[in-house]
């Protein structure tokens, strides 16, 4: 059968201690698979022996290749340099802790067979993160839905698959700096499907993301999704032009009933006139901020899925 290679894409980043467990639970199920499969193990600049054992993983194993990043370059930019490096028409993106469990990779290829391009895994519930964590992912998906026009599947991960024509895209339209690949995955279109997924706990180890990371890893998926913050200018603008015409009808009522000190109502007037048209010129230059970061990103206005044509038939 076509369409049959199978890349997996795995970062790491100080896994030595999960990493043989995991090599080992992925063999097993590439095994499985019964079809042509490679594996690329992105050491995103570990310093903990990962990259050695990735060497010697490379040097026994003809089907898995290890790229070396010069530092840590974080966690997406390794899923990317993976896709970009993949040459399989499947690509399964993984973590290296056994939290994506490689158990599942025949029923996601069985998704994929079916006709699926994308299959997004979510997860049904953290064994690890407790309560806050996940009453702050919840928080997290609520809030940028509601500021994005695009809509996010809750729980997603960054355990998914694309086909070889996904990941052409992202190789070619999506390589803006500021992404958030699980988002761009769910707005490029093409016959989607998710998986539920139960994570384990890490298998070894310790997470490497921080209440810090995944603050900023909210705000740049929000400033990557989501122009809204820039319309706050706006809108304020517009709420404190109310306020003023307000005051100012107040102040001068009060001038012309009781007179207060010299001065007073020409201050009120020109603080309030002066705070409103302030707060409407920052919303207008946001706006045009807002224009150039699209061009910036330099997304794709469109993405062909196929083209109908008899033209070469005649
Ligand atoms: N990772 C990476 N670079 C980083 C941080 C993490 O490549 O700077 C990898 C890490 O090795 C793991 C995956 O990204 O394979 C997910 O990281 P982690 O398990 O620490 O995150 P969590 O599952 O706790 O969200
Ligand atoms: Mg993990």
């Known amino acids: 059968m076509d369409n049959n290679k199978v890349s997996i894409v795995v970062s790491v980043y100080n896994e030595a201690q999960v990493l043989p467990?995991?090599?080992?639970?992925?063999?097993?199920?590439?095994?499985?698979?019964?079809?042509?499969?490679?594996?690329?193990?992105v050491d995103d600049g570990s310093t903990d022996g990962s990259r050695e054992l990735l060497d010697r993983l490379s040097a026994a194993d003809e089907t898995v290749t290890a790229i070396h990043f010069s530092r840590n370059f974080g966690h997406e930019a390794a899923m990317i340099a993976g896709i970009d490096h993949a040459s399989g028409d499947a690509i399964v993106c993984m973590d290296a802790d056994c939290q994506n469990p490689p158990a599942l990779l025949p029923s996601i290829l069985q998704r994929f067979d079916e006709g699926n391009d994308i299959v997004t895994m979510t997860r049904e519930e953290r064994a690890d993160g407790g309560f806050l964590n996940h009453l702050s992912s919840r928080f997290f998906y609520?809030?940028?839905?509601?500021?994005?026009?695009?809509?996010?599947?809750?729980?997603?991960?960054?355990?998914?698959?694309?086909?070889?024509?996904?990941?052409?895209?992202?190789?070619?339209?999506?390589?803006?700096?500021?992404?958030?690949?699980?988002?761009?995955?769910?707005?490029?279109?093409?016959?989607?499907?998710?998986?539920?997924?139960?994570?384990?706990?890490?298998?070894?180890?310790?997470?490497?993301y921080h209440f810090s990371n995944l603050l900023h890893l909210a705000f740049s998926s929000i400033a990557s999704f989501s122009k809204a913050p820039l319309k706050l200018g706006i809108y304020s603008g517009l709420l404190f032009g109310v306020l003023c015409i307000g005051l100012i009808v107040y102040s001068l009522v009060m001038w012309i009933v009781d007179r207060p000190v010299g001065g007073y109502t020409t201050l009120i007037i020109f603080l309030s006139a002066f705070a409103a048209v302030l707060l409407f010129v920052v919303g207008v230059i946001g706006y045009y901020v807002g224009i150039i970061l699209d061009e910036v990103k330099g997304r794709p206005l469109y993405v062909i899925e196929y083209t109908s044509t008899n033209k070469d038939n005649k």
């Not at 467990?21 to 490679?38: D, K, Q, S, T």
């Not at 190789?171 to 490029?188: H, K, M």
């Open 142 to 208: 609520a809030l940028i839905n509601r500021l994005s026009d695009t809509r996010l599947q809750p729980n997603a991960s960054d355990f998914f698959l694309i086909s070889r024509r996904v990941a052409d895209v992202l190789r070619r339209d999506y390589r803006e700096r500021t992404r958030f690949l699980r988002g761009v995955i769910q707005t490029v279109g093409f016959n989607a499907t998710t998986l539920p997924y139960r994570a384990p706990q890490r298998a070894a180890g310790e997470s490497h």
């Open 21 to 41: 467990r995991f090599y080992e639970e992925l063999e097993a199920a590439l095994a499985g698979l019964g079809r042509e499969h490679e594996t690329i193990f």
